[in-house]
């Protein structure tokens, strides 16, 4: 970065000049207009957020820049020159970079490997590693060149796709959605480092759906709104307001949810208060649960832990630090290696990953509420009475679909979100263990969802686990808190101060003041 | 002792070069991805390519034919699964099916029902200088036929090619990760096609050498389950290089055994000698089950169609 910046030309702000311009992007997938006439225009040595709900398009307008697609219509133009992509192998070229959602690493072959993958002739390792090493350095972001991908966290995993981009000289970033992988430390990290990187003389295109992310970080921000840009702006001139409002406009929601969502606003550090609970006995009781995972990697150690009828316990802490595996215990997912596990029969989860774990996407939602209880359902398959139970789940869950027939993966992600949570829930009354709610849902329907499992009704209300990455989504939602940290579950007292969230940061790093959990929590 | 010994190993590698060749040749196509079943297919057309070929223009012209031959075979199912978008176990079922059905009818309409001339061009072993006079592995490895020379050759070749070229970089790549070798920019269609090409090439090259090194002559369905025994050593070989190799020696192995059995006087029926590879093919693979080495994309069906 540093020899780039030297290669700008002295006197006049880099900022003036235009990196990228996208013009009147139209993009149709068959009868789906995914861009409408989109437009934007980052300018060099700035950070520029594109904004936009679920679908808005901001991904696609991104591919089109990084020839991942051809537009139907519109124009680029890269330093003021019109050209045409039609590979991403020529925008790479042209030093464009793309960090996907979704890496597009290999597990099974090394960081090198991975990072050398498109060149041409010879493949020396050594020699690519020695540059890869020099240019990770350089930029900060160290990486181990002989790694398997496979055996990276996903942090790192992140670091190889941007040093991927830079060893290809990239000049300008694009990152897809780079914190929804991230825990809160390494998304201030990383959003650190791309400041850093621009105020060098690199560009960086931000896409992210967070606004608290785009304000801190971005120069100039771009809405888009089904297709269309909506606002196109230096931060300077926006408010929280404005941007609220082009997200999410008036009268259109995702799924046709018939009318504006009211937003809810950024939620404050407070632990809601706790719900009077007159029956003593928990729901779900961990004593000395200890769990070794299949790689003999010790993942929970010693946990004591009771959640109990209508509490909602958020679980925090970092990927591989514990929540994973203690939420699946409690979902009867893992068995612990050694402890006891009081639950009853019927636990019900959603996993994080919905698509794979929780339903078939191919599958009618009938169907998939028929899978979803097992051995219940045995021999001659009483279709209309199924099909009237989906209909009714439909009703009570709020599950916008065109009738129990549909295939599940004609719904909205919120949609699905909201069956997979019914479904659970008409399962297993007592209990739900919920992994990521929001994950890869857009803000209207993160808001709905974190919504509903505060109201999550019953006599007596369930009890209700759940993790999130997003610490502002435990916070708003839990009744209690517990951190994991390094396999050990502590619960975090509330602060005093509602907006003050040392502590539970401090309890996700491992520093004291948090107390241990006890079979009876500090009820 | 080395009396029999000698004359089985010799036996076992002659039996495994061409077992090698279609091997190999499968490897490098499912590398990229992409399983070709319809490698039986490939190997009888090589058979009928190299013996007509061989019949025109001697044998080396013979081993061009099989290769080209079975090139062409590989392109049917190149064309089908990967610009029809057709399933692969399908398209190779049909392509072992069609192979197998074509070579009986050409070559009876092309040399009738007396068969082939008996003066089909062969290649005699050369025994190498210096190195067939070493005991043991002279006889053994230095007194064979040119294509198991040449194999000695293509081997580590194609093992560097694998993993210090960039083309063989992304080859593997496609085979791990189509999203992720197309956001390198990798052209996958053009890979998979060349991959799958070279497998049939290298597939009918097994074909004219079981015909002009070993058999002499062309009977119709001689390529005898090889096309399917050289997907297993591919599985038993792990996908690599060195290892497919050594596996192709076992399988040539478990087919010697049968003529060092026979030739013991075992008074057991041949049937059963002739059933040791492929009973060998199915222990081996249910004790190999599970470990997930494979190439990637293999699991993924519906990739192998997509661009």
Same mark, same amino acid.
């Given at each position: ?53 679920n ?29 045409? @992509? ?125 606004? =608290?992310?785009? @304000? ?11 297709? =269309?840009?909506? +606002? ?10 404005? !941007? ?11 799924g ?27 729901? !779900? ?27 909602? !316990?958020?679980?925090?802490? $970092? ?7 203690? +939420?699946r215990?409690?979902a009867?997912r ?13 636990v019900g989860f959603v996993p994080e990953d919905r698509l794979h774990d929780a339903v078939i996407p191919s599958f009618s939602l009938t169907e998939n509420l028929v899978l979803a209880d097992g051995?219940e359902a ?8 199924w099909r009237?139970i989906t209909r009714?789940l439909l009703?009570t869950a709020d599950v916008r679909a065109a009738g129990p027939d549909v295939p599940m993966a004609t719904l909205s992600g919120g949609n699905q979100q909201r069956f997979v949570v019914g479904r659970e829930r008409r399962r297993a009354?007592?209990?739900l263990i919920v992994e990521h709610p929001t994950r890869g849902l857009?803000?209207?329907a993160?808001?709905?969802i974190?919504?509903d ?7 007596? =209300? ?12 435990? !916070? ?12 050990? $579950? ?34 | ?61 013979? #081993? ?42 050409? /070559? ?32 053994? #490895? ?6 198991? /020379? ?20 992304? *080859? ?9 070798? *197309?956001?390198? %920019? ?12 070279? %497998? ?64 013991? %006087?075992?008074?057991?029926? /041949? ?37």
């Amino acid at each position: 970065m540093t020899q780039r910046a030297a290669t700008e030309p002295m006197g006049a702000d880099p900022r003036d000049h235009e990196a990228l311009a996208l013009e009147g992007i139209t993009v149709r997938f068959g009868p789906v207009t995914a861009l409408d006439g989109a437009h934007c225009t980052i300018r060099r040595g700035t950070v520029h957020a594109i904004l936009g709900e679920n679908g808005a398009g901001k991904t696609t307008l991104m591919r089109a820049a990084f020839g991942w697609l051809m537009p139907d219509a519109g124009t680029i133009r890269l330093h003021g020159a019109p050209v045409t @992509f039609r590979t991403s192998a020529e925008a790479i070229a042209q030093g464009i970079g793309m960090v996907h959602q979704h890496f597009m690493l290999i597990p099974a072959m090394t960081v090198t490997e991975n990072i050398a993958l498109g060149g041409r002739g010879r493949f020396d390792a050594g020699t690519t590693a020695a540059r890869i090493t020099a240019v990770a350095d350089g930029a900060g972001l160290p990486v181990d060149p002989v790694a398997r991908v496979r055996d990276l966290a996903v942090s790192a995993q992140q670091r190889v796709e941007i040093v991927k981009a830079l060893v290809r000289d990239a000049r300008i970033l694009i990152l897809d959605e780079p914190t929804a992988v991230l825990t809160p430390d390494q998304a201030t990290e990383l959003l650190r480092w791309v400041r850093t990187f621009a105020d060098a003389g690199g560009t960086v295109v931000l896409i992210t759906h967070k606004l =608290r992310e785009a @304000f801190a970080v971005a120069d100039d921000l771009t809405v888009l709104r089904q297709g =269309r840009t909506v +606002l196109s702006a230096a931060r300077a001139l926006v408010t929280e307001a404005h !941007l609220i409002e082009a997200l999410t406009g008036a009268g259109v929601g995702p799924g046709g949810a018939g009318g504006p969502v009211p937003y809810h606003p950024m939620p404050t550090a407070r632990v809601a208060d706790a719900p009077e609970v007159d029956d003593p006995a928990p729901v !779900l009781r961990l004593d000395g649960v200890r769990y070794v995972d299949p790689r003999g990697v010790t993942r929970l150690r010693a946990v004591d832990l009771a959640v109990y009828p209508g509490e909602i !316990l958020g679980v925090i802490g $970092v990927e591989g630090s514990g929540p994973r595996e203690l +939420l699946r215990i409690l979902a009867g997912r893992l068995t612990p290696t050694t402890g006891r596990v009081t639950r009853p029969d019927a636990v019900g989860f959603v996993p994080e990953d919905r698509l794979h774990d929780a339903v078939i996407p191919s599958f009618s939602l009938t169907e998939n509420l028929v899978l979803a209880d097992g051995g219940e359902a045995r021999g001659w398959m009483d279709w209309s009475t199924w099909r009237t139970i989906t209909r009714d789940l439909l009703a009570t869950a709020d599950v916008r679909a065109a009738g129990p027939d549909v295939p599940m993966a004609t719904l909205s992600g919120g949609n699905q979100q909201r069956f997979v949570v019914g479904r659970e829930r008409r399962r297993a009354a007592a209990a739900l263990i919920v992994e990521h709610p929001t994950r890869g849902l857009d803000l209207t329907a993160s808001a709905r969802i974190l919504a509903d499992l505060r109201a999550l009704g019953g006599n007596p =209300r369930p009890a209700v686990v759940f993790h999130s990455a997003d610490l502002d989504e435990v !916070l708003a939602v839990a009744t209690r808190v517990v951190a994991c940290f390094e396999g050990r $579950v502590r619960e975090v007292s509330p602060p005093s101060d509602p907006t003050d969230r040392t502590p539970y940061t401090r309890a996700m790093t491992g520093s004291v003041e948090t107390t241990a959990v006890s079979s009876g929590g500090t009820r | 002792m080395e009396a029999l010994l000698i004359p089985f190993l010799d036996a076992t590698i002659r039996t495994a070069t061409p077992l090698a060749y279609a091997a190999l040749g499968e490897l490098v196509t499912e590398r990229s991805g992409v399983i070709n079943i319809g490698m039986e297919g490939i190997i009888i057309a090589g058979c009928l390519g190299g013996l007509v070929a061989a019949g025109a223009g001697g044998a080396a012209m013979g #081993f061009l034919g099989g290769a080209l031959a079975g090139a062409g075979m590989a392109a049917i199912f190149a064309f089908f699964v990967l610009r029809l978008r057709a399933d692969a176990i399908i398209t190779g079922t049909a392509l072992t099916l069609l192979g197998l059905g074509l070579t009986g009818t050409l /070559y009876r309409g092309l040399f009738g029902l007396e068969g082939a001339a008996l003066g089909t061009p062969s290649i005699a072993p050369i025994a190498l200088p210096g190195l067939s006079s070493l005991p043991l592995v002279g006889p053994v #490895f230095f007194t064979q036929t040119g294509m198991t /020379y040449l194999l000695y050759l293509f081997v580590p070749a194609l093992a560097w090619w694998l993993a210090r070229t960039q083309a063989g970089l992304a *080859l593997r790549a496609v085979g791990e990760s189509r999203a992720a070798a *197309l956001a390198a %920019g990798l052209d996958v269609q053009r890979l998979r096609w060349g991959a799958i090409l070279f %497998g049939g090439a290298m597939g009918g090259l097994c074909g004219a050498t079981l015909v002009l090194a070993q058999v002499g002559t062309f009977t119709e369905g001689m390529s005898a389950g090889r096309g399917f025994i050289a997907i297993a050593i591919v599985v038993l070989g792990r996908w690599r290089t060195v290892g497919t190799t050594l596996a192709a020696l076992i399988f040539g192995g478990a087919f010697a055994l049968q003529y060092l059995l026979q030739a013991a %006087g075992w008074a057991l029926p /041949y049937h059963l000698f002739l059933a040791l590879p492929y009973l060998l093919t199915l222990i081996l693979l249910a004790a190999l089950r599970g470990r997930a080495e494979a190439p990637a994309e293999l699991a993924s069906q519906e990739s192998w169609s997509r661009a």
